[in-house]
């Protein structure tokens, strides 16, 4: 099980993100547009890629540039608890000048964002909304974390 945002990150994934993104970015989007043609589906659970209300949080006083509208270039689905049955948080990736910016997820409520400038391992910073507010703490970027229960509760 993947327990953190340098998990998500790591090795060749890491570095070949962007490479690979751009390699095959019309023939991966055509095949998911197929797919979801077909079963009706767009994303695993049915999930979109999760709006979040960047101006009514607090990540612009830690430096996290504001990354509304942005189309993620790598997602992700986990087990990070046993509440839920299934692979129910969505980890998305956004790429944001050098770096990139990740969020986690469930019923598309944000309770995790990780933020890397340079697009490097290690990342460089970590923030957890512990209770739905909107209001992120900094946290460990290696820490095993389960989502809080205001997320699928």
């Not at 695993?44 to 540039?65: C, F, H, M, R, W």
């Not at 957890?128 to 507010?133: A, L, Q, T």
């Given at each position: 099980?993947?327990?953190?945002?340098?998990?998500?990150?790591?090795?060749?994934?890491?570095?070949?993100?962007?490479?690979?993104?751009?390699?095959?970015?019309?023939?991966?989007?055509?095949?998911?547009?197929?797919?979801?043609?077909?079963?009706?589906?767009?994303?695993?659970?049915?999930?979109?890629?999760?709006?979040?209300?960047?101006?009514?949080?607090?990540?612009?006083?830690?430096?996290?540039?504001?990354?509304?509208?942005?189309?993620?270039?790598?997602?992700?689905?986990?087990?990070?608890?046993?509440?839920?049955?299934?692979?129910?948080?969505?980890?998305?990736?956004?790429?944001?000048?050098?770096?990139?910016?990740?969020?986690?997820?469930?019923d598309d409520k944000v309770y995790e964002v990780g933020y890397d400038r340079d697009?490097?391992?290690?990342?460089?910073?970590?923030?957890?909304?512990?209770?739905?507010?909107?209001?992120?703490?900094?946290?460990?970027?290696?820490?095993?974390?389960?989502?809080?229960?205001?997320?699928?509760?």
């Open positions: 099980m993947s327990n953190s945002f340098t998990d998500f990150m790591s090795g060749a994934n890491y570095a070949g993100t962007v490479y690979e993104q751009s390699k095959y970015a019309s023939r991966g989007l055509a095949a998911v547009a197929g797919l979801a043609a077909i079963t009706g589906v767009n994303s695993a659970l049915g999930q979109e890629a999760q709006p979040i209300a960047y101006k009514d949080t607090n990540l612009s006083s830690y430096g996290v540039p504001n990354f509304e509208g942005i189309t993620p270039y790598k997602t992700k689905f986990l087990d990070r608890t046993d509440a839920v049955p299934g692979n129910e948080t969505r980890r998305d990736a956004f790429k944001v000048g050098y770096g990139f910016v990740a969020t986690m997820s469930i697009g490097k391992r290690p990342l460089d910073f970590a923030f957890r909304d512990e209770n739905g507010s909107g209001y992120f703490e900094r946290v460990s970027t290696t820490a095993s974390s389960k989502p809080p229960k205001w997320t699928y509760e």
